[in-house]
């Protein structure tokens, strides 16, 4: 997530997985993520419905470099 702030014009960062992956859903939630809604996956997964939960979570200082560059 610093990486992709770190991006000229980057100003949020999005995570997609399917609906039934609740592991998945632990991911987003302990990084800050904000649930914003759901959009059909390009593939659907084995053991899933199709059905991705889109989180999202934007850059906390505005545009703009975050942190540290990059050596």
Request: glycine residues 12%.
């Amino acid at each position: 997530m610093d990486a992709a702030f770190r991006l000229p014009g980057i100003d949020h960062v999005e995570i997609v997985h399917d609906e039934l992956n609740e592991a998945s859903a632990a991911v987003p939630r302990k990084l800050g993520f904000t649930e914003i809604g759901s959009r059909p996956l390009d593939v659907t997964p084995e053991a899933g419905t199709g059905l991705g939960i889109v989180w999202r979570r934007t850059r906390p200082d505005g545009p703009g470099p975050v942190g540290p560059a990059f050596p």
